[in-house]
């Protein structure tokens, strides 16, 4: 098979299920060999059986995204099996739960930011090294959300968790395209996956300290919402073709429902209309070019 992604392999965290095995099925069908790391170690037993059966080269690994030695761990295997690594997806990502500002859990916080955020870095500060060495190039895959995009009410713990990716996403496009690895950040509305039910895998060093601070029923609803969110979304196998796409476009921001346009654009004028009140304004409205220094 004669493509940029033919022979050359992939490390994707949160494979088990979810986007991150359509992902990994996708690429597997493009020629790539897959390493599979999951904190889910049943579900990928059985996803990756399902891989294998097809076929498919692929490795799995233990991996909880928070913990860097495990990180280290699976970049170890990788180049133990298929020699070299071309590409990490940071696909694990965790909802949190809902809830005002003020009930905030600190524990449920640090939680999808050590997944959602810290993960991200932990996978790319493993593997850059590795994508670097062998000087062919490749690809870091960010997974945010169009959560990162827009502020939502009661989750402010994923939105800026996938904002945090979208802003690290931009940092290193221009930090590593020098070396041939094309970053991009994966933007998607719903999809339909387990992301509603993300406690099922909340480790325990993020076990609520203050179980009574939960209101039960607000939790519900919350929860019932999300899962008819997620339930209205497209299939994962589609998100995975448009990635596909995207990438061979050579793409940074990767949008999956471009119906979501109207969001950005909406955001995008707020945010430059309010420099029309700094320019007009009294205190900074005559800092001109030559006063300031521009990035
Ligand atoms: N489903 C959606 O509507 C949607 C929309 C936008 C973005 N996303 C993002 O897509 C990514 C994948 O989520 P999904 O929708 O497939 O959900 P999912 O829950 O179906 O899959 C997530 C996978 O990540 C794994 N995981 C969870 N915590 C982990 C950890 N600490 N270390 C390693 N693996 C871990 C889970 O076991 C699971 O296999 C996430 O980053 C999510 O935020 C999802």
């Given at each position: 098979?004669?493509?940029?992604?033919?022979?050359?392999?992939?490390?994707?965290?949160?494979?088990?299920?979810?986007?991150?095995?359509?992902?990994?099925?996708?690429?597997?069908?493009?020629?790539?060999?897959?390493?599979?790391?999951?904190?889910?170690?049943?579900?990928?037993?059985?996803?990756?059986?399902?891989?294998?059966?097809?076929g498919f080269e692929v490795l799995t690994c233990a991996l909880d995204v928070t913990d860097y030695s495990q990180w280290e761990d699976i970049v170890t295997n990788a180049k133990e099996k298929f020699g070299k690594v071309h590409m990490v997806i940071n696909n694990a990502g965790v909802g949190g739960t809902p809830g005002k500002v003020e009930d905030s859990e600190h524990e449920t916080w640090r939680w999808v930011m050590d997944v959602n955020v810290m993960g991200v870095l932990y996978g790319a500060q493993a593997c850059v090294p590795a994508l670097k060495e062998h000087g062919e190039g490749g690809w870091v895959l960010n997974v945010a959300s169009m959560a990162g995009m827009m502020g939502m009410p009661y989750a402010g713990a994923y939105c800026a968790s996938k904002a945090a990716v979208v802003s690290m996403t931009e940092s290193w496009v221009p930090e590593l395209k020098p070396f041939g690895i094309h970053t991009a950040v994966l933007c998607p509305a719903f999809v339909k996956t387990r992301i509603h039910e993300s406690y099922r895998n909340r480790q325990q060093k993020y076990a609520l300290a203050a179980e009574k601070r939960i209101d039960k029923e607000k939790l519900k609803a919350g929860a019932q919402a999300a899962t008819k969110a997620v339930e209205s979304g497209i299939a994962a196998s589609m998100l995975a073709e448009r990635v596909i796409e995207a990438l061979k476009s050579k793409q940074t921001y990767i949008y999956t429902h471009p119906n979501y346009r109207k969001v950005t654009t909406a955001r995008f004028k707020a945010i430059d209309e309010a420099f029309k009140d700094a320019e007009s304004s009294t205190v900074v409205g005559h800092l001109k070019d030559d006063d300031i220094v521009t990035f």
């Open positions: 098979m004669s493509n940029e992604f033919a022979g050359k392999t992939a490390i994707i965290s949160g494979a088990a299920g979810g986007i991150g095995l359509a992902l990994a099925e996708v690429l597997a069908k493009q020629g790539m060999n897959i390493v599979m790391g999951d904190i889910d170690n049943v579900a990928l037993t059985e996803s990756s059986k399902g891989l294998r059966e097809q």
